[in-house]
């Protein structure tokens, strides 16, 4: 297993129109993020699964933001009309319970999809 | 709301000197503060872990405290390289719940 991966790494798409990416975690990871880096911030969380259930989701998910994990192995986050705002990193990490606390509270991180809007 | 603040938004350190960088929040003490590396372009990448009831952790050139008395982590690379060079970020959360960073630390060593 090499980490956590994501599809597509960049995405141009036009004001209004609709994105999906896809973040596939490393194996038996039972918990999986979303955030979003704009230039010059740190990352922002957006949402957050423990395998299918999404437990938490941040007030910078809008309405036009859905995030899925069907079978709680990949995720899928889709950004319906897009706006130019949306324009940002999209990173996905994953994590896992383990008896050793350092691993287990560690996010290890995809290489994010760069997403910009027209 | 939890806040986490690094102060430096750029550092450039000599190369074989030792960076030190600062990571301070506000308001109740985090149950952990982790410190990730992140180059251009890429995802962030953890470098370690330190707990409110440690005081230090270790990691070869890597050293990080924990202070809850000045609500404030410091960071230090020493011996420090040009492969050094990268954004870092400090990042606090409470258990198996999200991250909350900070802003970064652009850290340039120059040869």
């Known amino acids: 297993d090499t980490g956590v991966s994501q599809d597509p790494r960049h995405k141009i798409t036009k004001r209004g129109q609709n994105v999906t990416f896809r973040c596939d975690p490393i194996s038996e990871h039972n918990r999986l993020y979303w955030y979003r880096q704009t230039l010059g911030q740190g990352p922002e969380f957006l949402t957050y699964f423990q395998n299918e259930a999404q437990l938490e989701k941040s007030r910078l998910l809008s309405d036009r933001f859905s995030a899925e994990r069907p079978k709680g192995s990949f995720s899928t986050l889709e950004i319906q009309r897009t706006e130019q705002g949306d324009s940002a990193m999209y990173l996905c990490?994953?994590?896992?319970?383990?008896?050793?606390?350092?691993?287990?509270?560690?996010?290890?991180f995809g290489p994010g999809t760069r997403l910009l809007v027209l | 709301s939890q806040k986490i603040e690094q102060n430096s938004e750029a550092l450039n350190i000599q190369e074989g000197k030792t960076a030190t960088l600062t990571c301070n929040y506000t308001n109740y003490s985090p149950a952990y503060l982790q410190w990730y590396r992140q180059d251009p372009g890429r995802g962030p990448v953890f470098l370690l872990l330190i707990r409110e009831n440690e005081k230090e952790k270790r990691k070869e050139r890597l050293k990080v405290t924990f202070d809850t008395t000045l609500k404030q982590s410091l960071f230090h690379i020493t011996a420090s390289q040009p492969a050094d060079s990268a954004t870092y970020l400090c990042a606090r959360h409470f258990g198996n719940e999200k991250l909350t960073f900070g802003t970064g630390t652009r850290l340039t060593i120059i040869p």
């Open positions: 990490a994953s994590s896992r319970r383990m008896r050793d606390i350092t691993d287990r509270e560690t996010q290890y």
